[in-house]
C-alpha cells in the first residue's frame, strides 16, 4: 500500500488492511482491492482544501470511520461496496459538492453520515436510515422496505425533498423528522405506523432569521394519520 493511486499513504495497519492517514490527495482516489478498513480522519479535510472529486472504494472493504472523508467539499458521489457492515459518525459530513449516493453494504446504522452534504440530490440505502440533517438538496430517497424507524431529525430541512415513499413496515417516526421540508407535497403514512414524534411534520422555516416560522408555498394540503396510531407527540404538525 506504500503506492497507491490518488494519494500518498502515511501510515497502515501491520497486516496491511488498514488506511490510517492519507496527504497529497489527488483529484481520482482509487483505494485498491486489499484494504479493509479505512480508519477514523483518514481523508478529512478540515480546513477546505480538499481536491478529492471521485472515489472508489474497493470490495475488501468492510468498515469505514469516524469522520473518514468529512470536509471533502469537492467530492461528487460516493458508492458504498457491499461487504461495508460499518460506516462511522459523520463519515462523509460536509462534503458539500456530494450529489448522489448509494450505501450497498449490510450496514445497520448510519449517524449524521451525509450531515451537511447540501447538494445530496439522490440517496439509496440499505436496511436502515442515516440523518440527513440539512441536505436542502435532496429531493429523492429510496428507503428500504424492512425499515422500522424514522428517526429524529433525520430529514430536518431537507427544503427540497418533495415526495416520499414511507414503508409498511415503519413503526415510529421521530421528533423533528421532517420538519422544514417545506416542498413535500405528498406523503402517505403506513398501516401500522403507532407513534409520531414532536414536529415531526412541522413544513415551516424562519426565513428572516427572527424566529417567524411560516412555510412561503406550502404544498402538502393534507396528510392521513392511521388508525393503528396511539402516540403523537406536540405539534407534530407544526
Known amino acids: 500500500l506504500e503506492r497507491v ?7 497502515e495497519a501491520a497486516d496491511g488492511d488498514a488506511l490510517l ?12 482491492e486489499g484494504v479493509k478498513y479505512i480508519t477514523e480522519g483518514a481523508f478529512w479535510m478540515p480546513n477546505k ?17 469516524k469522520n473518514a472523508f468529512a470536509g471533502n467539499t469537492g467530492l461528487q458521489s460516493v ?3 457491499e461487504n461495508v457492515t460499518e460506516i462511522g459518525t459523520q ?7 456530494m450529489t448522489s449516493a448509494v450505501v450497498k453494504g449490510n450496514v445497520t446504522e448510519l449517524n449524521g ?4 452534504c447540501s447538494a445530496l440530490a439522490s440517496v439509496t440505502l440499505p436496511d436502515t436510515v442515516g440523518t440527513f440533517n440539512g441536505c436542502s438538496s435532496l429531493q429523492a430517497v429510496k428507503l428500504p422496505e424492512a425499515l422500522s424507524e424514522i428517526g429524529a431529525e433525520t430529514f ?9 415513499d414511507i414503508p409498511q413496515g415503519v413503526k415510529e417516526i421521530g421528533d423533528y423528522a421532517f420538519t422544514a421540508c417545506i416542498a413535500l407535497d405528498n406523503i402517505v403514512l403506513p398501516e401500522g405506523l403507532t407513534s409520531i414524534g414532536a414536529y415531526a411534520f412541522d413544513l415551516t422555516v424562519d426565513k428572516d432569521g427572527n424566529g417567524n416560522f411560516f412555510n412561503p408555498d406550502p404544498r402538502l394540503a393534507s396528510i392521513n394519520i392511521p ?12
Do not use: Y
Not at 156 to 164: E, F, K, N, R, W
Open 5 to 11: 493511486e490518488g494519494f500518498t499513504l502515511v501510515g
Open 49 to 65: 482544501d480538499s481536491t478529492l472529486k471521485t472515489l472508489q472504494l474497493p470490495q475488501s472493504l468492510v468498515s469505514i470511520g
Open 91 to 97: 463519515a462523509f459530513n460536509g462534503c458539500s459538492a
Open 113 to 116: 453520515t451525509f450531515g451537511g
Open 21 to 32: 492517514e492519507v496527504r497529497r490527495v489527488q483529484e481520482h482516489v482509487v483505494v485498491p
Open 227 to 238: 388508525s393503528t396510531v396511539t402516540s403523537v407527540g406536540d405539534n407534530f404538525l407544526g
Open 156 to 164: 430536518m430541512d431537507c427544503t427540497a425533498l418533495g415526495h416520499i
Open 79 to 81: 458508492v458504498v461496496p
